[in-house]
């Protein structure tokens, strides 16, 4: 398909508007993508027309509503090449599903002893909860280190890797730095010391293809909400082979069959882990938000976005007293910086007056901002609806800010 | 409209650049951490308080946004000097300014060089750099080893 760019600018009603006289310029993707019309439409139709609880009524809106939810959760395993929807839990999000397997999974397979092996660039939602677990179970959590383009040191991975890793947490695209892991081969070497893989898909899902299958991925997460999506809802995506032999990860309705005061027998994938009433509209919002995405496509979207990036950076490669944190060879969609004399928290709010919208500060990673020894970074993250004229007027309020505190 | 240069006034920037009553103190007998988790604004304050009660001394150090350097640059300024059992109708005279109804106009005359910092009440999201170093302050004062945070 053509990328027209207008066309799909008038897809995100919220991209029409101004702040303080000025249209705005949201580069804040990272944090949160807008939604289309599709996607907002499709919530209201929900609730308009078809409301009711899922998998418990007989009645035409229960049977709506489940179809609903439940077309969603197919439309969201082909999108990943999941081998069937048993594969596809719905969470609340990217943090939930990193929370349901290091509390389940990780709960049954880690021992004290076991390792667990992270990267520098992951976010707190996959340092966390490793973190709780291995302080649960007296288990080890090493950290891969990064290099000073923000890319994973390779080799050290490989060194740090042992019969001791009994699973790999990475982010699949770095929030903090925009740098791309080479998932593939992480997940590759990662199998042959018999260790699973998670892959923190959190900023990836909405700008590159991901392939389940192909990666052999164990577990690979998302929120909705950063995929043109709603908020509250995201997935799990898991082998059904593991799947199969973890423990619920919370209990109540629809994750059971029967239910005695003597004992409880779980429901089959993937309700099991979908304890009480889900986030039925969010489901739905979200698989419209994946048609969308497939109704234009990654071979137009990753293209477009490696466009604008490529502008973005060279202009900030010429921008007096602008440091670019994060400059890996395999990145996208974000241009972390500091700018001197600025501090990033100064440099938001002058660029919001501008109605540019960045986001200032640790972006859930301090550990990065520590080894760059930086307090906070400003970032600007890019989403396909983002022109050059966008990119013009970040530069354009970067300037300004400078002239501020000149 | 509020103008950019309402909130970064020229004195403002300035205290950023040139921030006064910066570093240790060679003697001091109060001290405090302040953190604002959110933007990572990191300081410390130390505070020489004689045997008269009048605080002899004040400093501070560490980094922030403009508006937490400069508001912690202006408020040693303002308590040096000053008798330590007034810092307490400072700390919520400040706290008045940079919460009041935009309608307030701030009292000049009592808040001296303070007032160019009431422009942060455009700012919800800054007031918190504002105040940060009045509660790292405030801990100083009554000796409290918790780290200050502005909620
Ligand atoms: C890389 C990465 N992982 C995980 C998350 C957490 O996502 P959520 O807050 O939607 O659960 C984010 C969101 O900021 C992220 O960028």
Same mark, same amino acid.
């Given at each position: 398909?053509?990328?027209?760019?207008?066309?799909?600018?008038?897809?995100?009603?919220?991209?029409?508007?101004?702040? #303080?006289?000025?249209?705005?310029?949201?580069?804040?993707?990272?944090?949160?993508?807008?939604?289309?019309?599709?996607?907002?439409?499709?919530?209201?139709? #929900?609730?308009?027309?078809?409301?009711?609880?899922?998998?418990?009524?007989?009645?035409?809106?229960?049977?709506?509503?489940?179809?609903? #939810?439940?077309?969603?959760?197919?439309?969201?395993?082909?999108?990943?090449?999941?081998?069937? @929807?048993?594969?596809?839990?719905?969470?609340?999000?990217?943090?939930?599903?990193?929370?349901?397997?290091?509390?389940?999974?990780?709960?049954?397979?880690?021992?004290?002893?076991? @390792?667990?092996?992270?990267?520098?660039?992951?976010?707190?939602?996959?340092?966390?909860?490793?973190?709780?677990?291995?302080?649960?179970?007296?288990?080890?959590?090493?950290?891969?280190?990064?290099?000073?383009?923000?890319?994973?040191?390779?080799?050290?991975? @490989?060194?740090? &890797?042992?019969?001791?890793?009994?699973?790999?947490?990475?982010?699949?695209?770095?929030?903090?730095?925009?740098?791309?892991?080479?998932?593939?081969?992480?997940?590759?070497?990662?199998?042959?010391? +018999?260790?699973?893989?998670?892959?923190?898909?959190?900023?990836?899902?909405?700008?590159?293809?991901?392939?389940?299958?192909?990666?052999?991925?164990?577990?690979?997460?998302?929120?909705?909400?950063?995929?043109?999506?709603?908020?509250?809802?995201?997935?799990?995506?898991?082998?059904?082979?593991?799947?199969?032999?973890?423990?619920?990860?919370?209990?109540?309705?629809?994750?059971?069959?029967?239910?005695?005061?003597?004992?409880?027998?779980?429901?089959? &994938?993937? #309700?099991?882990?979908?304890?009480?009433?889900?986030?039925?509209? +969010?489901?739905?919002?979200?698989?419209?938000?994946?048609?969308?995405?497939?109704?234009?496509?990654?071979?137009?979207?990753?293209?477009?976005?490696?466009?604008?990036?490529?502008?973005?950076?060279?202009?900030?490669?010429?921008?007096?007293?602008?440091?670019?944190?994060?400059?890996?060879?395999?990145?996208?969609?974000?241009?972390?910086?500091?700018?001197?004399?600025?501090?990033?928290?100064? *440099?938001?709010?002058?660029?919001?007056?501008?109605?540019?919208?960045?986001?200032?500060?640790?972006?859930?990673?301090?550990?990065?901002?520590?080894?760059?020894?930086?307090?906070?970074?400003?970032?600007?993250?890019?989403? &396909?609806?983002?022109?050059?004229?966008?990119?013009?007027? *970040?530069?354009?309020?970067?300037?300004?800010?400078?002239?501020?505190?000149? | 409209?509020?103008?950019?240069?309402?909130?970064?006034?020229?004195?403002?920037?300035?205290?950023?650049?040139?921030?006064?009553?910066?570093?240790?103190?060679?003697?001091?007998?109060?001290?405090?951490?302040?953190?604002?988790?959110?933007?990572?604004?990191?300081?410390?304050?130390?505070?020489?308080?004689?045997?008269?009660?009048?605080?002899?001394?004040?400093?501070?150090?560490?980094?922030?946004?403009?508006?937490?350097?400069?508001?912690?640059?202006?408020?040693?300024?303002?308590?040096?000097?000053?008798?330590?059992?007034?810092?307490?109708?400072?700390?919520?005279?400040?706290?008045?300014?940079?919460?009041?109804?935009?309608?307030?106009?701030?009292?000049?005359?009592?808040?001296?060089?303070?007032?160019?910092?009431?422009?942060?009440?455009?700012?919800?999201?800054?007031?918190?750099?504002?105040?940060?170093?009045?509660?790292?302050?405030?801990?100083?004062?009554?000796?409290?080893?918790?780290?200050?945070?502005?909620?």
């Amino acid at each position: 398909m053509m990328f027209d760019i207008e066309k799909v600018r008038a897809d995100f009603p919220v991209l029409d508007q101004q702040l #303080y006289g000025k249209p705005l310029v949201y580069l804040d993707n990272a944090a949160t993508t807008q939604k289309p019309q599709c996607v907002i439409d499709a919530i209201s139709h #929900y609730y308009e027309a078809d409301n009711a609880n899922v998998h418990r009524g007989v009645h035409t809106l229960s049977e709506r509503a489940t179809a609903g #939810y439940e077309g969603a959760r197919k439309i969201i395993a082909g999108f990943f090449n999941a081998r069937c @929807e048993r594969e596809v839990i719905f969470t609340r999000g990217a943090t939930e599903a990193i929370n349901l397997v290091a509390s389940s999974w990780g709960g049954a397979n880690v021992r004290a002893g076991d @390792e667990v092996l992270i990267t520098h660039m992951e976010h707190h939602s996959n340092i966390v909860p490793w973190q709780m677990l291995c302080e649960h179970v007296g288990a080890t959590l090493k950290v891969v280190p990064i290099n000073a383009q923000g890319e994973l040191i390779m080799e050290a991975f @490989e060194e740090l &890797l042992s019969e001791r890793t009994r699973l790999v947490g990475v982010v699949h695209m770095s929030n903090a730095l925009g740098t791309i892991n080479p998932i593939s081969t992480i997940i590759e070497k990662a199998h042959a010391v +018999g260790a699973k893989v998670l892959v923190d898909g959190a900023q990836a899902a909405a700008h590159v293809a991901v392939d389940v299958q192909a990666l052999d991925v164990d577990f690979y997460v998302t929120s909705a909400h950063k995929m043109y999506g709603p908020t509250g809802i995201g997935v799990l995506i898991a082998k059904e082979s593991i799947l199969k032999t973890m423990p619920p990860y919370q209990g109540g309705g629809d994750m059971i069959r029967v239910v005695t005061f003597d004992k409880t027998e779980f429901n089959d &994938l993937p #309700y099991k882990f979908e304890a009480g009433t889900p986030h039925i509209s +969010g489901a739905i919002g979200f698989g419209r938000a994946i048609e969308y995405i497939q109704s234009i496509g990654f071979d137009a979207i990753e293209k477009r976005e490696k466009e604008l990036l490529a502008y973005a950076t060279a202009k900030a490669e010429v921008f007096d007293g602008l440091r670019q944190i994060g400059t890996a060879r395999e990145k996208a969609c974000v241009l972390s910086f500091v700018l001197d004399g600025v501090h990033p928290h100064d *440099l938001g709010t002058i660029l919001d007056r501008e109605a540019v919208a960045i986001r200032a500060g640790h972006h859930c990673a301090m550990p990065v901002m520590d080894f760059f020894k930086v307090p906070a970074t400003a970032r600007a993250s890019f989403s &396909l609806y983002n022109t050059e004229a966008e990119v013009d007027a *970040l530069f354009a309020a970067l300037k300004k800010a400078q002239e501020i505190f000149a | 409209m509020f103008e950019l240069r309402d909130l970064y006034q020229q004195v403002i920037v300035d205290h950023n650049k040139s921030p006064r009553n910066f570093g240790k103190l060679e003697n001091y007998n109060h001290e405090a951490d302040g953190y604002n988790p959110l933007c990572g604004d990191r300081l410390h304050v130390y505070l020489n308080v004689n045997s008269d009660g009048l605080i002899e001394a004040v400093s501070f150090e560490g980094e922030g946004c403009a508006i937490s350097v400069a508001s912690a640059s202006l408020m040693t300024e303002a308590v040096k000097g000053t008798p330590l059992s007034e810092f307490s109708a400072k700390f919520d005279m400040f706290q008045h300014m940079v919460t009041a109804d935009l309608e307030e106009v701030p009292d000049e005359e009592v808040l001296g060089k303070l007032a160019v910092l009431s422009g942060v009440r455009e700012f919800p999201s800054r007031i918190k750099c504002a105040v940060l170093c009045w509660h790292t302050l405030k801990s100083a004062v009554t000796d409290s080893d918790e780290v200050a945070k502005t909620e």
